[in-house]
């Protein structure tokens, strides 16, 4: 399995960013994938994840935190083994290394990323 997240980066309060997930070694479509954070001195936390379920006219089942509901947007594309999250709305709250990871129950996840650093800052 591996799974390389890219898009981070310094972004103003308000701002926005999109992470891309690309995802290998294993059958991308048959799995839920998820998206965790952890903050700067703090644990892990689960953000959103979507079905296996997505294809070109189904955007499959989605869930989100609390604290990111309304604010994220998660999305997949199977033919590219790709899931994007789609930040709005950026607070400094938001200010974390996110992971990509894949079979999650909570912000417990067999297989995680790298990470890519969301850095909120005027």
């Known amino acids: 399995v591996q799974l390389v997240e890219s898009g981070g980066g310094l972004v103003q309060p308000g701002g926005s960013l999109t992470l891309s997930c690309a995802a290998s070694?294993?059958?991308?479509?048959?799995?839920?994938m998820s998206w965790v954070r952890q903050a700067p001195g703090k644990g892990l936390e689960w953000v959103s994840s979507?079905?296996?379920?997505?294809?070109?006219?189904?955007?499959?089942?989605?869930y989100y935190a609390d604290s990111v509901k309304g604010r994220f947007t998660i999305s997949r594309d199977n033919a590219k083994s790709t899931v994007y999250l789609r930040l709005n709305s950026l607070k400094s709250e938001d200010t974390a290394l996110y992971y990509c990871?894949?079979?999650?129950?909570?912000?417990?996840?067999?297989?995680r990323g790298q990470g890519t650093q969301v850095t909120v800052s005027a």
């Open positions: 070694g294993f059958t991308f479509d048959y799995y839920y």
């Open positions: 990871a894949k079979t999650c129950s909570g912000s417990r996840c067999e297989s």
């Open positions: 979507i079905s296996s379920d997505g294809s070109e006219s189904d955007v499959g089942d989605t």
